[in-house]
C-alpha cells in the first residue's frame, strides 16, 4: 500500500515538473517570438528611413520617391519627382532641375514677351522651332521650343539642361537658361547671329565661305569635341555632330550645339538606341549598336569633308570621298572633289592635308582612327602654315619696296601738308 502512495506521489511530481517545464518552454518561445518581430518592425523602418546608394559614391536617393532614369543612367542625375537627397529636401521635387542645373529658369509669360509672341523664326528642327528673343537686358537670345507631342524631346531637354550645366567651353554653345511653364518647355541659347554651317554651305543665302574661314572653322569644331571626350570629366559623346549642329557667331567662331542626344561615356556593356543623323553615322555604330568617341570621330571627319567639297552627306559624299580615295597609284585624288568655289583660292596642299585627316577619321576599324586631340594638333599645324605663309608673303611685299614706298609718301604727305598750313611771316 505505502509503495502505491509512494509511486503515485512521484508521479504527480514528475507529471508537475514535466508541466512547468512545457509552460516555461512556451512562455520562453512566445517572448522570443515578439522580440524578433519586434526587431524586424525596428530594422524595416531603419530601412526605410535611410537613403540607398546608387550610382556610387556620394550619390543617393530617397527609395520612398518616384523617380525618372535619364535614359544613359550614368552620371547624370534623374529628373522626376525626385533627385539627389539634397535638391529633393530643398524644393521637395517641384523644381528639382533647376536645383540641380543652376541654370536660371525663366517664366512662360517672360519669354513670350522676349520673343514678341514667338513671332521672329529662326528655324525649325526635330525638337521644334528656333525663336529669336531679346531679353530685358537688350540681350538677342535663341529660344528653341520643345514640340508638344515630342516624347523623345522630353528626354532630350532634360539631357540638355543637365549636361550644359556643367560643360563649359568657348566652342559650345551657352545655355543661358530654361522654361518650363504652362505646359510648355523651352531653352535660351546664345544668339548665333551667323547661323548654322549647313545653312551657309548648302543654304538659298549661301555665303562664299574662304578657305582659311573653313580651316578656323575645322580647328574650333574640332576644340569643341576634344573638349567634351578629354576635358569633361566623365567624358561625353556627342552622338549627332553634323554640320546643322555647328553655329557660327558674329565673328564666325564655330561652336557644337544641340545635345540631346549626347551621353556620358560609361562602358557599361549595354547597347544603345540607334540614334543620330543618316550620313554622320558611323557604319561601326550601326552595325553593332554600341556608341563610343571613334563613332563622333567619324561624324567630325564627314563635317570636314563637307568644308572640304561642300557636298551634302545625305547627296552621295561618300560615294565621291571612296572613289577620290582610290586615286590614281595608290594615292588619294583629293583634287578632283574640291569645292569649285575654292579653285584658286586655297593652298592645294593645305587642301589635301585636311583631306588627308578627314580620311583617316573614316577608318572603318573604329580603333584606327585618330583622337580628337590628335585630329586638333594637325588641324592646327595647318592653319598655322597657313597664317605663317601670308605672314611670309606680306615679308615678300616688303622686299620689293613696296611698303617702305607707301610709308615714304605718307611722310612726304605729312610734310607738304605741314609747310601748307604753316603761317607766313612778312
Not at 177 to 197: A, H
Request: hydrophobic fraction near 35%; aromatic fraction near 6%; charged fraction near 25%.
Amino acid at each position: 500500500m505505502a509503495n502505491q502512495t509512494n509511486i503515485t506521489i512521484i508521479g504527480v511530481s514528475v507529471g508537475v515538473a514535466i508541466g512547468v517545464l512545457v509552460a516555461s518552454c512556451a512562455l520562453f518561445a512566445i517572448r522570443f517570438c515578439r522580440k524578433r518581430s519586434d526587431l524586424h518592425y525596428s530594422s524595416e523602418r531603419s530601412a526605410a528611413s535611410l537613403p540607398m546608394r546608387v550610382n556610387g559614391i556620394g550619390t543617393s536617393m530617397d527609395s520612398s520617391a518616384s523617380i525618372s532614369i535619364p535614359e544613359n543612367g550614368h552620371g547624370l542625375y534623374p529628373v522626376g519627382k525626385a533627385h539627389t537627397h539634397w535638391s529633393l529636401q530643398g524644393h521637395q521635387g517641384k523644381d528639382a532641375l533647376h536645383s540641380v542645373s543652376g541654370i536660371p529658369k525663366y517664366l512662360y509669360k517672360d519669354i513670350q514677351k522676349a520673343t514678341q509672341n514667338f513671332t521672329t523664326i529662326l528655324g525649325e528642327g526635330s525638337f521644334g522651332p528656333v525663336y529669336k528673343a531679346v531679353m530685358p537686358t537688350n540681350e538677342v537670345v535663341a529660344v528653341k521650343v520643345l514640340a508638344n507631342n515630342s516624347k523623345q524631346g522630353e528626354r532630350e531637354f532634360h539631357t540638355e539642361v543637365l549636361l550644359l550645366s556643367r560643360l563649359h567651353h568657348k566652342n559650345l554653345v551657352n545655355l543661358l537658361g530654361y522654361c518650363v511653364d504652362k505646359g510648355q518647355r523651352m531653352l535660351i541659347y546664345e544668339f548665333m547671329s551667323n547661323g548654322s554651317l549647313d545653312s551657309l554651305l548648302y543654304g538659298d543665302g549661301k555665303r562664299n565661305l574662304s578657305w582659311e574661314e573653313r580651316l578656323l572653322i575645322a580647328l574650333d569644331i574640332s576644340r569643341g569635341i576634344e573638349y567634351l571626350h578629354e576635358g569633361a570629366v566623365p567624358p561625353v559623346v556627342h552622338r549627332d555632330l553634323k554640320s546643322a549642329n555647328i553655329l557660327l557667331d558674329k565673328s564666325m567662331s564655330a561652336k557644337v550645339a544641340d545635345f540631346g542626344l549626347s551621353k556620358e561615356e560609361v562602358f557599361d556593356g549595354r547597347k544603345s538606341t540607334l540614334k543620330g543623323t543618316h550620313g554622320y553615322m558611323d557604319p561601326d555604330y550601326v552595325s553593332s549598336n554600341k556608341y563610343t568617341k571613334k563613332s563622333d570621330v567619324y561624324s567630325f571627319g564627314i563635317i570636314l569633308f563637307e568644308l572640304i567639297t561642300a557636298i551634302n552627306p545625305q547627296q552621295g559624299l561618300m560615294d565621291y570621298i571612296n572613289l577620290a580615295g582610290i586615286g590614281g597609284n595608290g594615292k588619294a585624288d583629293w583634287d578632283e572633289i574640291v569645292d569649285s568655289k575654292l579653285t584658286g583660292k586655297s593652298n592645294p596642299d593645305e587642301v589635301r592635308l585636311l583631306a588627308d585627316i578627314a580620311y583617316r577619321c573614316l577608318h572603318k576599324t573604329p580603333k584606327k582612327r585618330p583622337s580628337m586631340a590628335d585630329v586638333t594638333v594637325a588641324i592646327s599645324r595647318i592653319t598655322r602654315r597657313s597664317l605663317t605663309k601670308e605672314d611670309t608673303m606680306m615679308r615678300s611685299l616688303d622686299s620689293f619696296g613696296i611698303l617702305k614706298r607707301i610709308e615714304l609718301q605718307h611722310v612726304e604727305m605729312n610734310k607738304l601738308t605741314s609747310i601748307k598750313e604753316s603761317p607766313v611771316i612778312v
